[in-house]
């Protein structure tokens, strides 16, 4: 059960042992003011920075891009999982982590600092951080305990999953607007902020694009989502310099994920390229089938499985490409080409002259492309759109579409039913069957 009094127990034993962490607690030291164990605002936003890496970069982003067909099982459970076998363990712990150190429970306490200091720009930061964070486990689990999580009640109700989107967006627009402040109390986290050195018009920018992120995740059951989308998308990043990237290193406990996974773990050969994906991107003659994988195609490129990589989140491409479709599905197709370009031209391709469904078709492929190791975005697009329409790891089998919750969680709280029942399935709320490609209108074969 999501109870305060356990996550901030757990919460405090993880941080002790946090890279990211000076506490020092016992005899002395535990009142030495040199040495404070109460954690400040900075030092909860730098554990959430982290937390926020890996739930976008580590495990439950391996699983997705496997499912979403850029990633193949190579090796050992990895195969299962590509081949849609899987079970509760499938969260790696991602499900009790959106709570626990570095999670919810530390950036509601670092909110609280910053409000009662009336500290307003570093507020709206933190409330970011929580919106992308619960927006994110919205799209892994569906429904959340959310609204009633560390409440310390026994058996806490979940929030249906569109409920917890709307409150990310409420979230978002609380941080856009406590980000505008100019009270002279205002100090962003300009240290400890190691992607965007605290600066305000960086993180209101990925505020909005987080919010045409979010609304675009509704939009296969809201479809004016795709209006509101627009007008976010409108304010979001705008160019590869406002990129919401993982700002890892080369010292032993900041690498890159991938690096972690294949390299310092000896995972070689567990996660490859999917052969469809790097076909696709040898048939269109993509120069990101260079950047992506080795030549061989049985692994990351050298640049991406560096171990400082810098891995995006939240990009410039997914800014645009989410304006060019927003612009398409509100009847604007003039925008919608000419954003698709903007984002080819930003990866030296020629620019495109297509119109209806072939636009559509092309938006949404060139978005499957970019969305590469963005998180959990190609998978996430292409449960609203099947496209571009692969074909199933399993014949006769659809693409998981949901994270089953965490069991020590679902033993622990009644409203949560056993994996493979009720709203602990295989597809969330905002994602129903897809009859047809939207790209192609050809039957939805993984979808």
């Not at 609204?147 to 109700?157: T, V, Y």
Request: charged fraction near 15%; aromatic fraction near 10%.
């Amino acid at each position: 059960m999501i109870k305060l009094r356990y996550f901030a127990a757990v919460a405090l034993g993880l941080i002790a042992t946090s890279c990211k962490s000076d506490f020092l607690t016992g005899g002395e030291l535990t009142t030495d003011p040199n040495r404070p164990n109460v954690a400040t605002a900075n030092q909860l936003f730098a554990g959430a920075e982290g937390a926020i890496w890996a739930l976008l970069g580590s495990d439950p982003a391996r699983v997705t891009g496997m499912w979403a067909r850029e990633f193949a099982g190579g090796q050992n459970q990895y195969q299962s999982i590509y081949n849609y076998l899987y079970d509760e363990g499938i969260q790696s712990g991602f499900n009790i982590g959106l709570y626990a150190a570095g999670g919810l429970v530390d950036i509601v306490r670092a909110e609280k600092i910053t409000r009662d200091e009336s500290n307003f720009a570093f507020l709206g930061i933190l409330q970011v951080q929580e919106a992308l964070t619960m927006g994110t486990g919205a799209d892994l689990f569906g429904d959340l305990v959310y609204s009633h999580a560390l409440s310390n009640e026994d058996n806490p109700p979940l929030d249906d999953q569109l409920v917890v989107y709307d409150s990310v967006q409420k979230l978002l627009t609380a941080a856009i607007g406590n980000m505008a402040s100019t009270a002279a109390t205002n100090s962003p986290p300009a240290g400890s902020d190691l992607v965007y050195g605290g600066d305000i018009g960086l993180w209101t920018a990925l505020a909005h694009t987080l919010k045409a992120r979010f609304y675009m995740h509704t939009a296969e059951v809201r479809p004016a989502a795709y209006a509101q989308a627009l007008a976010e998308a409108q304010q979001g990043i705008s160019d590869d310099g406002g990129n919401y990237f993982g700002a890892f290193t080369s010292n032993a406990a900041e690498t890159n994920f991938y690096f972690q996974f294949e390299v310092t773990a000896g995972r070689a050969g567990y996660l490859i390229p999917d052969a469809q994906f790097v076909s696709l991107l040898n048939s269109r003659n993509d120069p990101r089938r260079a950047e992506y994988f080795n030549a061989a195609a049985t692994r990351l490129s050298n640049d991406r499985l560096a171990p400082n990589f810098q891995q995006p989140f939240v990009t410039y491409d997914e800014n645009t490409l989410i304006w060019a479709e927003a612009a398409y599905r509100t009847g604007d197709q003039v925008t919608a080409l000419a954003k698709l370009n903007e984002e080819r031209a930003n990866h030296g391709l020629a620019p495109e002259a297509v119109a209806g469904q072939a636009l559509l078709n092309e938006i949404l492929t060139e978005k499957y492309i970019a969305d590469f190791q963005l998180g959990h975005e190609a998978w996430n697009d292409y449960k609203r759109t099947c496209t571009p329409n692969f074909p199933p790891t399993q014949a006769g089998k659809k693409m998981p579409g949901r994270m089953y919750y965490d069991p020590n969680e679902r033993f622990t709280n009644t409203n949560i039913p056993p994996a493979g029942q009720g709203f602990n399935g295989s597809r969330n709320p905002n994602d129903p069957a897809n009859v047809v490609s939207d790209g192609t209108g050809q039957p939805c074969l993984a979808g």
